[in-house]
């Protein structure tokens, strides 16, 4: 079975900037979807990024509108790690995140999976932005 484990989570001031990893024991490459949420005390889980790759390697991204234009999801093909860049972090980015895999079919799959329908996930990493 899949293991995903995160790190890179931490503290940082308002306007700062923090990289997330995932690390996946399995190869991470065509037609899985993968993706970061995070959840906040009390709250499920919620969306925000993900990628995926098609049959012929062209990668397609989604980002909430919240992350829009300050995060950046991306995937090292070769080492099988899932990044989220986080930039001009503010403090309601304040939250622990998790990153999730599961085969999909094809983008349009990959954009309307919700948190139940992935199988695999990391144990989370906790990012902590200051005001």
């Known amino acids: 079975e899949m293991q995903l484990v995160e790190s890179g989570g931490g503290s940082v001031q308002a306007d700062g900037s923090l990289r997330l990893e995932c690390a996946a024991s399995e190869n991470i490459g065509k037609n899985y979807c993968l993706a970061w949420f995070r959840q906040f005390p009390g709250r499920e889980r919620e969306r925000v990024a993900r990628?995926?790759?098609?049959?012929?390697?062209?990668?397609?991204?989604y980002y909430a509108d919240s992350a829009k234009g300050r995060f950046t999801i991306s995937r090292d093909k070769q080492r099988n790690i899932l990044y989220l860049q986080m930039n001009s972090l503010k403090a309601e980015d304040t939250a622990t995140y998790y990153c999730a895999a599961d085969v999909a079919d094809s983008a349009f799959f990959c954009a309307r999976r919700q948190a139940a329908d992935f199988d695999y996930w990391g144990q989370g990493t906790r990012v902590t932005v200051s005001s």
């Open positions: 990628v995926y790759t098609d049959d012929y390697g062209d990668e397609t991204t």
